[in-house]
């Protein structure tokens, strides 16, 4: 799509409270641009690169993404033979636990999963699908941001043991993943969804 100078406002500027980055959802400070569309992006025109799609930080759940591969060209762009290309925006994990079912109590135990973004040391408990998401590296999430992985946690047996295991587990999980700080995560609940026989 082809935006012309006249339908790109230059040189906007927000304080940190107005806006967040579509990408990861933190609250965005600084330059910003706005085309005739409405969309708002990071850098004070589209030649100040990164330019990263803004959403209004008071309601990001009812942002819809702009059509994949929006093009933005301003007349210099096309003067020069340079042009911008926005990518799609991808979702983010969020926290959302699984429940064991009727059939996991039967069986005893479930599988938990959990993900941590790869910048910082922070765990949060995900749901399979977007589990499977990330695994799979599909494009409509932030496969390369965060990394996923899966428990198997028991609910039922000798109180003790089930204690034992589950917090064996988030050790082990932490040891082999080098997820520092993972099994504090639990904050020493490993009997979380426990049944009483």
């Known amino acids: 799509m082809y935006y012309p100078k ?7 500027y927000t304080n940190g409270d107005e806006y967040i980055l579509s990408t990861t959802q933190e609250p965005y400070k600084g330059f ?64 959302n636990p699984t429940l064991p079912t009727d059939q996991d109590k039967q069986n005893g135990q479930f599988i938990r999963y959990f993900c941590t973004k790869n910048n910082e040391i922070r765990y949060f408990e ?40 589950n917090k064996g587990a988030a050790i082990s999980l932490e040891r082999n993943l080098r997820w520092t700080g993972f099994s504090q995560y639990f904050r020493d609940k490993f009997l979380q969804y426990y049944l009483e026989s």
């Open 6 to 12: 006249s339908q790109i406002k230059t040189n906007l």
């Open 32 to 95: 910003y641009y706005e085309i005739s569309n409405g969309n708002k992006y990071t850098g004070k025109n589209p030649q100040d690169t990164p330019n990263i799609l803004l959403i209004l930080s008071s309601n990001p759940e009812t942002y819809f993404p702009p059509p994949p591969d929006e093009v933005i060209v301003t007349q210099d762009e096309i003067s020069q033979g340079e042009y911008k290309i926005v990518s799609p925006v991808r979702s983010i994990p969020k926290f």
């Open 126 to 165: 995900i749901d399979k699908v977007t589990y499977d998401k990330l695994i799979s590296r599909d494009k409509q999430i932030a496969w390369d941001l965060y990394s996923p992985a899966s428990l198997t946690w028991r609910i039922k047996g000798d109180k003790e043991q089930v204690f034992n295991s």
